[in-house]
């Protein structure tokens, strides 16, 4: 019987991370960009994985992963588009680097909500989006970060809670010292204050200090409309004595294509 039960167990697990996991591989569209429809019990409906590959890869090659955060829920493009801007600087083939964008049922903070079910988007991203893109392109385990605004928020808060997953986090125009879930739509992911203390970045910044390392794996790199918000956590990086770049630069408007892609990439892969 007990036996039975640990086969059970088994089975049980596997249809599950099949669920989670299961994805539909397409050709590359017009743009060279290849999109994976997704299904996953983390999610209130289907999401994608977009995949914009080098054109040309070496056989047997890893390639690093930059997965570009988004700022909006679903194909939300009101602050434009990072894959157009990646696209439109032909990183991708530029650096060898394999990018990655995911999308989110809800509007993404990359937390966990503590009773729905239907957003989880930290558990998402890491149990659904990493697998599927690490079973079927070629990526090694340098894993980066690249976002603004929430996602800004959400590279800090993912590299901060998982050092050991990510190796460097940008972050651009992002509210990274918000205290209360209490604007920018937060409150319907994070749903009470005591989860959100859980992803409060001050709180991860003085947990995670020593963890970090001497090599800089936060950036900075400028602003938009929550200047505040760097210069504090310039100083309070500073004072915990966490190696990063901070780069104190206004671009306007706030979205995708303020100029500031390229530098923020640019600045990932220095140390590669």
């Known amino acids: 019987m007990l036996r039975f039960i640990r086969v059970l167990t088994v089975l049980i697990v596997l249809i599950g991370s099949a669920r989670a996991i299961g994805g539909e591989v397409v050709k590359p569209n017009a743009d060279g960009v290849r999109v994976h429809r997704i299904v996953s019990e983390h999610q209130a409906g289907p999401t994608e994985i977009r995949v914009l590959a080098p054109d040309v890869m ?20 009101v602050y434009g588009d990072g894959f157009a801007e990646i696209k439109k600087h032909n990183l991708h083939n530029k650096l060898g680097i394999i990018f990655v964008a995911p999308t989110f049922s809800h509007l993404p903070w990359y937390a966990d909500h503590p009773t729905n079910a239907k957003i989880q988007q930290e558990t998402y991203f890491n149990k659904v989006v990493l697998p599927f893109v690490e079973k079927h392109y070629p990526v090694s385990m340098i ?13 800090f808060s993912l590299l901060l809670r998982q050092p050991e997953v990510f190796a460097k986090a940008v972050a651009w125009d ?23 203390e859980k992803y409060d970045i001050a ?8 963890d970090l390392g001497k090599e800089p794996r936060l950036a900075l790199i400028g602003y938009a409309s929550f200047r505040t918000h760097h210069v504090e956590a310039n100083i309070l990086m500073k004072r915990l004595s ?9 671009k306007t408007p706030h979205t995708w294509h303020s100029g500031w892609v390229v530098e923020a990439v640019q600045w990932l892969v220095s140390s590669q």
């Open 58 to 77: 070496e056989k047997g090659k890893r390639y690093p992963v930059v997965y570009v955060l988004p700022v909006e829920a679903g194909q939300g493009k």
């Open 143 to 155: 894993r980066w970060l690249l976002g603004f605004s929430k996602s800004g928020w959400g590279a």
């Open 174 to 196: 992002a509210p990274v010292l918000m205290t209360q879930p209490n604007k920018y739509g937060m409150a319907e992911i994070f749903g009470t204050q005591a989860n959100f």
């Open 203 to 210: 709180k991860q910044l003085t947990a995670r200090a020593r």
């Open 242 to 250: 966490i190696a990063h770049e901070y780069r104190d630069d206004k």
